[in-house]
């Protein structure tokens, strides 16, 4: 049990390493950047075991479940219907973002449209698979891949172009105040606990022991993602670039491996991280939003085949369009909002499960007294 809380809280951590959380708080890394991330470890770990307490009372239940017990469908199918799209959203701007990173720096002549519609179609066949094969699929990929991620930390970290002075320069600016969009990106993540509230139902009982480790290795994985882009291209030059981390792995070489440019590799890591992530949070999209359907075309055995492959196909479809018509800037706007209402809403939504595992812990109370 507690491997696979762990699983989904790495994949969540790694896979922002290399997109937009970097990219904004680097842009505002005098503004309050280094506080946001000082603060993000403490909101982060405390939402993450609040919520994880919470939900231990709701033994092989998922959020639909919960929710049925407690909330008139009035007030339930909204909150699934918007918890499913901003699920889909989730995993909608990493396969944007990545397209066109592959187009950029793995196969510039092939068509960006082209990649983004092969990427669509692998994570709409993906995300339409069982949960618990996603959730097999998921302890495969980072074991296989994370020996390889700490190993080009590792490079990063000891390779003779990093300034250790550039980083102590950032120390100045520690006690900067960060914004609200600043405090949102540093602390989004932390969110990969969240997925537990669909994924509970494959656990007979949510007990995650070594909890400590949350704070730790979230705090070891932000710093990481800011410190050595820092250390590498240097106080004023790291604001230059678009995809610092990129640009980051491209300065590492391995003078003896087969290949010997670090990039390379570092970017095919991140294409299976990328396309597994993609494929987490459409899935768990997927489920709530056919939860907002009436229950008679879910019992018809046409309608459950379908069914999952129509809202798939839908969110792809977004995808796709908003993919199309989206630039650099436009897209770090629209991230910058999203995550935004995503911090508001996570927080809410864990005072939600608090409070409606309070209420069935006064049942059992209740029911024993």
Request: charged fraction near 15%; hydrophobic fraction near 55%; glycine fraction near 6%.
């Amino acid at each position: 049990m507690t491997r696979y809380y762990f699983y989904f809280f790495l994949i969540c951590m790694l896979i922002n390493t290399i997109f937009f959380v970097p990219r904004i708080l680097l842009s505002q890394r005098f503004e309050g950047g280094i506080m946001a991330m000082i603060l993000a470890v403490l909101i982060g770990s405390a939402l993450a075991l609040t919520f994880t307490k919470a939900l231990s009372q709701f033994p092989g239940q998922g959020l639909p479940e919960i929710l049925t017990a407690f909330m008139p469908s009035a007030i339930r199918i909204p909150i699934l219907l918007f918890l499913g799209i901003m699920w889909g959203v989730a995993g909608s701007i990493i396969i944007i973002t990545f397209s066109v990173i592959t187009n950029r720096f793995l196969s510039p002549e092939t068509s960006p449209e082209f990649l983004l519609i092969c990427f669509c179609g692998i994570c709409c066949w993906a995300s339409t698979r069982k949960s618990s094969a996603i959730i097999s699929v998921t302890e495969i990929v980072i074991l296989l891949n994370l020996p390889i991620v700490a190993f080009i930390m590792y490079k990063a970290y000891t390779q003779k172009y990093f300034e250790w002075d550039a980083v102590k320069v950032m120390s100045d600016y520690t006690f900067k105040m960060p914004s609200w969009t600043l405090l949102s990106a540093a602390t989004y993540p932390f969110t990969g606990y969240i997925n537990f509230s669909l994924y509970n139902r494959y656990f007979k009982k949510l007990k995650v022991a070594h909890q400590w480790l949350i704070p730790i290795v979230g705090a070891a994985v932000l710093f990481t993602s800011i410190i050595v882009p820092i250390g590498v291209l240097g106080v004023t030059g790291v604001g230059d670039y678009l995809y610092t981390w990129i640009s980051t792995a491209d300065t590492l070489r391995m003078q003896y491996g087969f290949i010997e440019r670090v990039v390379f590799l570092f970017l095919f890591i991140y294409i299976g991280f990328s396309l597994l992530f993609v494929t987490i949070t459409w899935n768990i999209g997927i489920q709530l939003i056919l939860e907002c359907l009436p229950k008679r075309l879910k019992k018809v055995k046409r309608g459950r085949t379908a069914l999952p492959w129509i809202v798939a196909f839908i969110i792809a479809a977004v995808t796709y369009w908003a993919g199309i018509v989206s630039n650099d800037k436009g897209m770090i706007g629209s991230v910058k909002v999203w995550l935004s209402i995503r911090f508001d809403s996570e927080i809410l939504f864990v005072l939600l499960m608090v409070w409606m595992a309070w209420k069935r812990h006064r049942e059992r109370r209740s029911e024993h007294g």
